[in-house]
């Protein structure tokens, strides 16, 4: 429920795929949408820019398939755009969830991925923060995961944690790990 003199919806969970440059990041995150409970009919969105999905009267999810390591945007300009994003939707939502791609080490003028998590879950307070590590990569190549210790401080905050296989087979274009991320959304 709304409350009187707030700006932003309420948000819900966060979702965040890791993995490096070129892992298939935003590739299984349009690759979500092959679940038409997220409003496509099925059908998997080709623009870099995916607009807001209803996924009820009351919450919304936003996803963003570009890492901001790779746009080499501060953290404060990221969650600058992201309270933007949540003042938008707060036009017409209450409950907000989000999925975004990410690296996981430092990378032009953002922090490592720890620290950006603590300090996400530290300024947004969602209900729940998953991480999907990608490993192997799309090509098949192996992936960067985090380190023991990085897990621990991650576990630490109630974060979640899932490694998926990203290889891409050459024989079908859908991933089935989309229904994967599609369900840490499904409220039903």
Request: proline share 6%; net charge positive; hydrophobic share 35%.
């Amino acid at each position: 429920m709304k409350q009187v003199g707030q700006i932003r919806p309420h948000m819900e969970r966060a979702l965040f795929v890791v993995g490096r440059q070129n892992a298939g990041k935003s590739t299984l995150l349009r690759h979500m949408f092959i679940d038409p409970r997220l409003g496509t009919g099925g059908k998997i969105p080709t623009a870099s820019k995916i607009r807001p999905v209803a996924l009820s009267h009351e919450r919304c999810l936003v996803v963003r398939c570009t890492s901001p390591h790779e746009r080499n945007e501060p953290l404060d300009a990221f969650f600058k755009k992201l309270d933007r994003a949540m003042e938008i939707a707060y036009r017409e939502y209450w409950r907000f969830n989000f999925a975004c791609a990410m690296q996981l080490t430092t990378a032009g003028k953002m922090p490592d991925f720890v620290t950006l998590c603590e300090e996400f879950q530290e300024r947004f307070e969602p209900e729940r923060i998953r991480v999907i590590q990608i490993d192997p990569c799309q090509n098949g190549k192996p992936g960067v995961r985090l380190a023991r210790t990085e897990i621990d401080q991650l576990r630490y905050h109630r974060i979640e944690m899932v490694v998926v296989d990203g290889h891409r087979s050459p024989t079908s274009n859908q991933d089935p790990n989309g229904y994967l991320l599609a369900d840490f959304f499904d409220f039903a």
